[in-house]
């Protein structure tokens, strides 16, 4: 396999990175994730959030603030962290264009179309994604493929989280109990949601009601020392922490292993 600079932008969190020791994305993905299931390395990780994405459209209007798109940050991270490879990782929801739905292969469809359209992009990324681009529009149906985008210089590898990064975390009920030290369920605590496919906010629907929960809690539970906020003020760093506890624990190992996340990340960058 070539010797390759893999760069990952992730949603996560924008705010500026801990003063001391990396962010809890990198940990997600680099001692977690990237340990687990033997990845390529991940150099740079660059947070993104769907605004990126979302301005690449020129359909769109100009977007309130910054504004800057995601060929945009890629160039500018390539001036000033080179790398070969990008694995551009995005949750299904909420949709890119909240009018189409959810629709993960015509949003991976997209991503090469913009990407080969940019005026940014240095030529060898452009003429990658317009390849990339004509391959999956020669496609029959989404299903049928002749193999998967190669590891190559100025390939961008896409992985739709479906319906996002957080429904890793809640496959499995007892399991988060275990990991935030819970022996039963605390008043407030939710009853559904739990691995269930139909669930498209796991964040707001499951996990941030749970994590709410434990605050209510008289004696507050020890994790609360440990980890700080919310889920919507500290998403990453819960995120983090119930990662890495679910794969210590022995029964949700293999689940989260399992995951389609898990495969298709196997499957782009595992090192094997």
Request: glycine share 6%.
């Amino acid at each position: 396999m070539p010797d390759l600079r893999i760069a990952l932008f992730v949603e996560g969190s924008l705010a500026p990175p801990p003063v001391r020791g990396p962010r809890p994305l990198e940990r997600i993905w680099k001692n977690c994730l990237g340990t687990e299931l033997g990845l390529l390395p991940f150099d740079p990780i660059v947070p993104i959030s769907k605004r990126h994405i979302v301005a690449m459209d020129p359909s769109n209007p100009p977007m309130s603030g910054s504004g800057e798109a995601l060929d945009q940050l890629m160039t500018r991270v390539l001036e000033r962290s080179s790398f070969d490879v990008a694995v551009v990782a995005w949750d299904l929801v909420p949709a890119w264009n909240p009018e189409d739905g959810y629709c993960r292969w015509k949003e991976t469809v997209d991503l090469y179309r913009f990407l080969a359209q940019s005026t940014d992009l240095p030529e060898i990324w452009k003429r990658q994604a317009a390849r990339r681009f004509e391959d999956l529009q020669r496609r029959q149906t989404p299903s049928t493929r002749s193999g998967l985008p190669p590891l190559e210089f100025g390939m961008v590898l896409p992985v739709c989280m479906e319906p996002m990064f957080e429904g890793l975390l809640v496959q499995d009920e007892a399991a988060v109990r275990r990991a935030l030290g819970l022996r039963e369920r605390p008043r407030g605590w939710p009853s559904h949601g739990w691995a269930d496919p139909v669930e498209r906010r796991p964040d707001e629907a499951v996990l941030g009601p749970a994590i709410r929960a434990l605050s209510r809690m008289r004696p507050q539970p020890t994790v609360l020392r440990a980890i700080r906020g919310d889920m919507r003020t500290n998403k990453d760093g819960w995120g983090e922490f119930l990662l890495r506890k679910l794969l210590e624990d022995n029964q949700a190992r293999p689940v989260l292993l399992s995951h389609p996340l898990s495969r298709r990340l196997i499957e782009l960058v595992g090192r094997t």
